[in-house]
């Protein structure tokens, strides 16, 4: 079994500041098949990215993906208020099982 | 506009069985693979079960295995999930989510609002 690993487990940021959020995974998977998605308290979770670095339809276009193998990263351009969220990886490449990551908590500062 | 809505959800006694329902709408049901997702309270996301788009294939994580059923009505637009020998441990939100392929390597791109399934005596 792939287990992702998110780090920070929480980061505080300021609105207009830059957010790196980190996944990595205990071994590869095929293709990058890696997703991101945000998820605010008490809704269900919005897909961001898929295949490592594409966005999904109407995400903004200050979120962006990056990695490879075992390594990789969402970013946050400048934040804006509504991103204050819980953020998990997942892959998607040793399906037909699914992992998460334990997710990341952007908070304000 | 795709919709996904769970139904079902509740308090059951350890050992008893739940059914889930999601009713799709607002995108062509038939062909896209769709799972099952939970979350306990105040923990992460836990992939449960995942169908094909016929209904042929399913697949479960370890910890539901033999207990949980999942499947499909594609006449109805329906997907279900059958939950028996409820554990307290099966305690969560449970979120049906759409396969943006149609094959398994495919992300999550549409969720339901999810149901709560507490399982206590």
């Known amino acids: 079994e792939i287990v992702l690993t998110q780090s920070p487990g929480t980061l505080s940021l300021s609105p207009g500041e830059r957010a790196t959020l980190s996944c990595r995974a205990s071994?590869?998977?095929?293709?990058?098949?890696l997703a991101w998605y945000q998820q605010k308290p008490g809704l269900a979770p919005r897909l961001l990215i898929y295949g490592a670095s594409s966005r999904a339809t109407g995400i903004p276009d200050r979120f962006s993906g990056s990695g490879s193998g075992t390594d990789f990263t969402l970013t946050i351009s400048r934040l804006e208020p509504e991103d204050y969220a819980v953020y998990y990886c997942q892959q998607y490449g040793s399906s037909p099982l699914y992992t998460f990551g334990q997710g990341t908590k952007l908070e304000i500062k | 506009q795709v919709q996904l809505v769970e139904s079902g959800g509740g308090v059951v006694q350890p050992g008893r069985s739940l059914r889930l329902s999601c009713a799709a709408s607002?995108?062509?049901?038939?062909?896209?693979?769709m799972h099952w997702v939970r979350q306990a309270p105040g923990k992460g996301l836990e992939w449960v079960a995942v169908?094909?788009?016929?209904?042929?294939?399913?697949y479960y994580e370890d910890a539901v295995k033999g207990r949980f059923t999942i499947s499909r009505d594609n006449s109805k637009n329906t997907l279900s999930l059958q939950m028996n020998n409820l554990r307290a441990e099966d305690t969560a939100v449970y979120f049906c989510?759409?396969?943006?392929?149609?094959?398994?390597?495919?992300?999550?791109?549409?969720w339901g609002q999810g149901a709560l399934v507490t399982v206590s005596s």
């Open positions: 071994q590869s998977f095929s293709s990058n098949y």
């Open positions: 989510a759409k396969s943006r392929g149609g094959g398994y390597n495919s992300p999550f791109d549409y």
């Open positions: 607002g995108f062509t049901f038939s062909i896209y693979g």
């Open positions: 169908i094909s788009y016929d209904g042929i294939n399913k």
